[in-house]
């Protein structure tokens, strides 16, 4: 923990030049299936929504699953900047990374983020 011990200092963060706020990951689903079994997708949007309010919450209570998944150190994993997890679905979140992907060639050309949700207001908006 170089940082910590006041041997070394951050340089740059790289993904703030892509927005301050964006989706990192997220489960996916064909919309075929998910559009057949509805209840299971907004179940399961519903159940990781508050385990992942429940985990932003409490860091320090989490602490030690993150050190036994990681094998870092638990005092280490105390002083770490923990990430926020998102508990909602929002299109504005998505719509960075779809941006940035078109700039640099990753992808041929931009697309509204929304196209990639499900039609359906009960789950788009989680």
Known sequence: MSIAGG???TLADPLAAIAN???VSAYIARSDWASRHRDVVRTFA???AAATAYVNAHFAETG???SE???V???DVAKMNRSIGGTKLDASL???CIDVAAKYGAIEHSFPARELLLKTSNTAKR
């Open 64 to 66: 030690p699953l993150v």
């Open 7 to 9: 041997t070394s200092k």
């Open 94 to 96: 998505i719509q960075p």
């Open 46 to 48: 519903r159940v990781m």
């Open 69 to 71: 998944l990681t094998k």
């Open 73 to 75: 150190p638990l005092p």
């Open 21 to 23: 706020e964006f989706l």
